[in-house]
């Protein structure tokens, strides 16, 4: 009879959490069609194609992971700038393009 009971429960706890999958999809659309239609120019892309990008000096990548999470792994080219980090601070950008 409790294994029952547990098992019931994880199927409610199952289908709540694939009901706020569903609600957060709608919300994440609902914005993205919100900044594109303020023309905030928010361009999605494939792991592959940010690489290619990187590679050819397209775009720079800021990681404002804590450090030791950027150490611990990162894509290669992306910058260390954690959140509440100055830019500042030590740290120097490409001038190869307009900010």
Do not use: C
């Amino acid at each position: 009879m409790a294994n029952a009971k547990i098992f019931q429960a994880w199927a409610l706890i199952r289908e709540l959490a694939f009901e706020q999958l569903t609600v957060m999809e709608e919300l994440r659309r609902a914005l993205r069609e919100q900044e594109r239609a303020k023309g905030a120019g928010i361009e999605e892309l494939t792991l592959a194609e940010l690489v290619r990008q990187l590679d050819r000096g397209e775009v720079v990548l800021l990681d404002v992971r804590p450090a030791e999470e950027y150490e611990k792994g990162h894509i290669q080219g992306a910058l260390s700038l954690p959140l509440g980090r100055s830019i500042s601070a030590g740290r120097s950008f490409p001038r190869t393009r307009n900010w």
